[in-house]
């Protein structure tokens, strides 16, 4: 075959891979809505997701814009009717002192009737301390905030996991008020639904060039452990543990590209990761989804957003049913929910 023949036949069977891929990622995603069309809030970020007892309920951060005082956790529930108007259920209001900014909530479902609300109040993320409220209804109602002891934050945007022994694992980090202020991973664990902890750190974390926040933990039989997140260094990092959360390894970087924003990820039922970021190396868009087995190998599996904007911060589970569903920020203006068929997701 001529070679200009054999170059036009590679083209074509080329193209027709494309196509076919980008159909079945377009059938992975079954539904794009916004929690709420109109708040009273011109901007929001920092979203997180759960399945709660009474269905989804999801949070994030608004106010007049990141770091104002006025900025509060708003929280929505996806009734029979669709999403419930955003309502504030913890703000920075100091006793007898200013209001200070509320930063990313996590929402993680302990138990069958208990739904925990972390979040953090502070003027800054160097300086800024964790709390937590929980709710017995589904997120209709929360309890009194409490304070986390001090030096703990809960998880600092992602879910925490809960290990076969029922502790509770919360990826963290902590961020100096150096400046540049320099990054720390670490581990919060609990055994009490918050009321006592032990902070992890990764090996040879404080010698680390790597400057890492914000991890999601991802789980494999035998009790190993991954986790994944930003970095200023223009990839995402990882670090493994083989004894169920206890000791970590040093802080490597993968081949992902991250631009210095979050990510999050999610270990499905049938044993495959999912990760969703954004596959660039800089600016918030496009926003994907990738899947693998083993953490190291990932393949595309949806494209999410792939437009001008900022689509950052997502969160992600997997509900009863299968399903994955995935909230993050829609150009600072709304929160976007996406629910995704995972049985669409490249066959590894």
């Known amino acids: 075959m001529h070679r200009s023949s054999i170059v036009l036949v590679l083209t074509v069977l080329s193209s027709l891979f494309v196509v076919s891929n980008s159909q079945a990622e377009a059938k992975a995603v079954l539904r794009r809505e916004f929690i709420f069309e109109n708040a009273p809030f011109p901007s929001c970020h920092a979203s997180t997701i759960a399945e709660g007892s009474a269905g989804l309920v999801a949070a994030w951060f608004g106010g ?4 104002a005082p006025d900025v509060g956790i708003w929280v929505s529930r996806n009734d029979s009717t669709g999403w419930t108007p955003p309502v504030e259920v913890a703000n920075g209001i100091q006793p007898g002192g200013p209001r200070l900014p509320c930063w990313n ?5 302990a138990g069958p009737r208990s739904l925990l609300l972390f979040y953090k109040v502070g003027p800054s993320p160097s300086r800024w301390w964790g709390m937590l409220r929980s709710s017995t209804d589904g997120g209709q109602s929360w309890s009194e905030a409490r304070r ?16 076969p022994n029922g502790d509770i694992l919360c990826p963290s980090s902590a961020e100096t008020d150096t400046s540049p202020s320099r990054w720390r ?8 639904l918050g009321k006592t902890w032990t902070k992890i ?9 790597i400057n890492a ?5 991802l789980s494999y039989p035998g009790g190993v452990l ?3 997140g930003r970095t200023r260094q223009g990839n995402i990092f990882e670090t493994w543990s083989k004894d169920g959360g206890q000791t970590w390894s040093a802080l490597s970087l993968t081949a992902l590209p991250n631009p210095n924003s979050g990510t999050d990820a ?6 495959r990761q999912v990760l969703v970021y954004n596959n660039t190396a800089t600016g918030r868009s496009p926003l994907n989804v990738a899947v693998s087995l083993d953490g190291k190998a990932w393949e595309e599996a949806a494209v999410i957003e792939n437009t001008p904007g900022e689509y950052s911060y997502p969160a992600v589970i997997q509900t009863a049913d299968g399903r994955v569903h995935v909230t993050y920020t829609w150009k600072r203006e709304r929160i976007r929910h996406v629910v995704l068929d995972s049985q669409q997701f490249p066959k590894l």
């Open 64 to 67: 007049k814009e990141e770091r």
């Open 105 to 109: 909530p996590v929402l993680f479902q």
């Open 148 to 163: 986390l002891p001090e030096g703990i934050l809960g998880p600092i945007k992602n879910k925490p996991v809960r290990l």
């Open 185 to 192: 991973v670490h581990f919060e664990r609990t055994s009490d």
């Open 201 to 209: 750190v990764p090996a040879a974390n404080e010698g680390s060039a």
């Open 213 to 217: 926040i914000q991890p999601s933990i």
């Open 226 to 228: 991954q986790a994944v």
């Open 266 to 271: 999610v270990t499905l039922k049938d044993g």
